[in-house]
């Protein structure tokens, strides 16, 4: 989830009892945002759009990074040809009630049942689904989704509240389904020290977490805590949802804006950059909005700094107003605009499949246990 919009209000109704879900909007993603419709279209012959519809339906398309769990949400996935997203239905420091943003100050209390009910939410869209629905523990139940058609889901949290300081409860979420975990939000947490690194614990959550096979996500980092955990893991990790400063035009800010010191690093440590879709990141530098075009301008960038081995999606999408996606991603459905924008600017189909979803197989792979 990006910072900002009054990253939580200082007044509001009490803080929710420890059972309340933070995020809960009863509104799918889609029907969230107030941005007028795009006119975006990326122009193609009959042959390019039609190798560009092909090479989307056959790849297995994979977002690194959302917060969207109402059933809308998975008719979305469903109409957009996604095989599996990476769902936190927990950010550390908020809920959301009455569409309003209010802040969560305690870190640790009520954040495990707050984190459990959250996982209760995502295995009762797995069975309301009938099937449907998957939840995703290896490689094999993606292609398995993807062959059979099914919506698969990673479990994730963006924060490290809900083990409430405790390294046991990380095994607990892990027997619960949970295969990746966002270390850090803008709050204060048991994995973080006064200085905004991570603290014993934090380090300890980290090796426990490549120990038990649970992909490492450094989203919201700043570059010191950044390179700790890169010098600390044993394992690849993602950056769920970011951007290159250098493309952006901004000056590179932690895992947020990455420097291209930092796409290095990823790059070697066999993880990903997974591009956010919020234009805050993703600046326009085309016309008066971002659109398909400028981030594809990011995969450009880092293929030509680091390899297409070091790019995937990330979007996060979230169910609350007053944000702006880039055009022509607004909304789930859009996704194919990103493969038609590649196949204009001439990328292999090898490349494309690569960025949609087979570079995060690839680290799945190697962190998964099963």
Not at 67 to 85: K, L, N, Q
Not at 326 to 333: H, S
Not at 339 to 347: A, D, F, K, L, N
Request: glycine letters at 8%; hydrophobic letters at 40%.
């Amino acid at each position: 989830m990006r910072l900002g919009l009054a990253a939580a209000q200082s007044s509001g109704p009490p803080p929710p009892q420890a059972n309340h879900l933070p995020i809960e909007s009863g509104l799918p993603c889609s029907a969230t945002t107030d941005q007028p419709p795009s006119s975006f279209v990326v122009t193609l012959s009959p042959e390019q759009e039609a190798r560009a519809l092909a090479v989307y339906s056959r790849s297995v398309v994979i977002t690194a990074h959302d917060h969207c769990f109402d059933p809308g949400d998975f008719s979305d996935m469903e109409a957009a040809g996604i095989t599996v997203r990476t769902i936190k239905p927990t950010v550390d420091g908020i809920y959301i009630t009455g569409a309003k943003r209010y802040r969560i100050d305690e870190a640790v209390d009520g954040w495990f049942e707050r984190g459990s009910k959250a996982l209760d939410i995502l295995d009762s869209r797995i069975a309301e689904s009938r099937g449907k629905v998957s939840m995703i523990r290896s490689v094999g139940d993606i292609e398995r989704a993807k062959r059979e058609h099914k919506l698969g889901i990673i479990y994730s949290f963006e924060g490290g509240r809900p083990l409430a300081g405790k390294l046991d409860n990380l095994e607990v979420f892990y027997k619960r389904g949970l295969r990746e975990m966002q270390l850090f939000w803008a709050v204060p947490s048991p994995l973080k020290s006064p200085t905004q690194t991570l603290s014993d614990f934090g380090l300890a959550v980290l090796r426990e977490m490549n120990r038990l096979g649970i992909v490492i996500d450094l989203s919201h980092m700043p570059d010191l805590t950044f390179q700790q955990a890169i010098d600390t893991t044993t394992a690849p990790i993602v950056i769920s949802h970011c951007a290159v400063a250098a493309v952006s035009g901004v000056k590179s800010r932690g895992t947020d804006q990455l420097s291209d010191d930092a796409v290095r690093q990823v790059a070697k440590n066999g993880g990903a950059i997974c591009l956010h879709f919020y234009e805050g990141y993703i600046r326009p530098r085309h016309g008066e909005h971002a659109t398909v075009v400028d981030l594809v301008d990011h995969i450009d960038y880092i293929k030509r700094l680091v390899g297409i081995d070091s790019v995937a999606l990330g979007s996060d999408y979230f169910p609350e107003k007053g944000w702006r996606f880039v055009e022509g991603v607004e909304k789930m459905r859009g996704l194919p605009n990103v493969v038609r924008e590649m196949v204009h600017r001439g990328y292999s189909d090898e490349d494309i499949e690569k960025v949609l979803g087979r570079n995060l197989m690839r680290i799945y792979g190697k962190v998964w246990k099963k």
